[in-house]
């Protein structure tokens, strides 16, 4: 499933990207594709692990939705 977050943040937080990746990976949650430009990250993952990745994103309090 292809996971896609917008916003001014991908340009101006340096770190944005990396929080997010890392709660990710801390819950073993494999990526297989990432795709970044000024203002959006997307990437892929399995089926599997589309709701925990979906509370993990909200849980981070670095997205909204």
Not at 12 to 19: A, G, H
Request: glycine fraction near 6%; charge should be neutral.
């Amino acid at each position: 499933y292809l996971i896609s977050l917008y916003g001014e943040r991908l340009s101006t937080d340096p770190s944005f990207s990396s929080k997010i990746f890392k709660s990710l990976a801390q819950a073993g949650i494999n990526l297989q594709m990432i795709s970044q430009s000024v203002n959006a990250l997307s990437f892929l993952i399995e089926r599997k692990s589309l709701e925990q990745a979906s509370s993990i994103l909200r849980a981070t309090g670095e997205i909204e939705g």
